[in-house]
């Protein structure tokens, strides 16, 4: 679970209070969507591209209109499920689907004390990857690295991040690589259990 609820038994709180506060808790478009502009504060990523929804998982692309009209371009598939049951479950982030820009280290999931090193796998030209690590808690990263150069076919790369002051339960995860026509134009989360500061 990434975001926007910490725990499982704060999708049921704010199932039980219902009265439609925060109704885009039921939108899997709009969930991924927020999570992209919002949470992560990708620059530029401001529509839905593509959408697969099931009964209890969904697949949202959210991306960007490319310069001259020529559409629009898909800069991550985010990969949301559903909390609970009944019509007023929400939906939650738990990932994003990947293909040519993958985040493989951390494995998702795991505890990594800080520094952590963070790495996958990118085709492409001329990259710069992005990394940081954020957590709801917190409005900026609790951690960054800028900027890895990166191409080629299907090409590993890894840098090492530090994280301070994590305060929630896992964190985010988030690596873009852009510049070409916009600042962001992919995108990649996974998530890391923090080691508290001793």
Do not use: K
Not at 13 to 36: E, I, K, N
Not at 45 to 51: H, L, Q
Not at 67 to 96: I, N, Q
């Amino acid at each position: 679970m990434l975001w926007p609820f910490r725990d499982a038994a704060q999708a049921r709180d704010w199932q039980a209070a219902g009265g439609g506060h925060q109704p885009w808790h039921l939108d899997a478009g709009l969930t991924a969507l927020d999570f992209a502009r919002g949470y992560l504060a990708l620059s530029g990523i401001d529509r839905v591209t593509t959408r697969q929804i099931g009964t209890t998982d969904a697949h949202v692309g959210v991306g960007f209109a490319r310069p001259e009209g020529y559409g629009d371009a898909t800069a991550g598939v985010v990969h949301l499920v559903r909390l609970g049951a009944g019509s007023d479950a929400p939906w939650e982030v738990v990932g994003t689907r990947d293909a040519d820009f993958s985040l493989l280290t951390p494995r998702y999931g795991t505890r990594h004390a800080s520094p952590v090193t963070v790495g996958g796998r990118i085709t492409g030209v001329d990259e710069n990857i992005h990394v940081q690590v954020r957590q709801p808690s917190s409005a900026r990263p609790i951690g960054e690295s800028c900027c890895l150069p990166a191409g080629g076919t299907n090409q590993g790369w890894s840098t090492r991040v530090t994280y301070r002051d994590a305060q929630d339960p896992v964190l985010t995860v988030v690596a873009w690589t852009g510049g070409h026509l916009v600042a962001v134009e992919r995108f990649t989360v996974t998530a890391l259990l923090p080691v508290p500061a001793s």
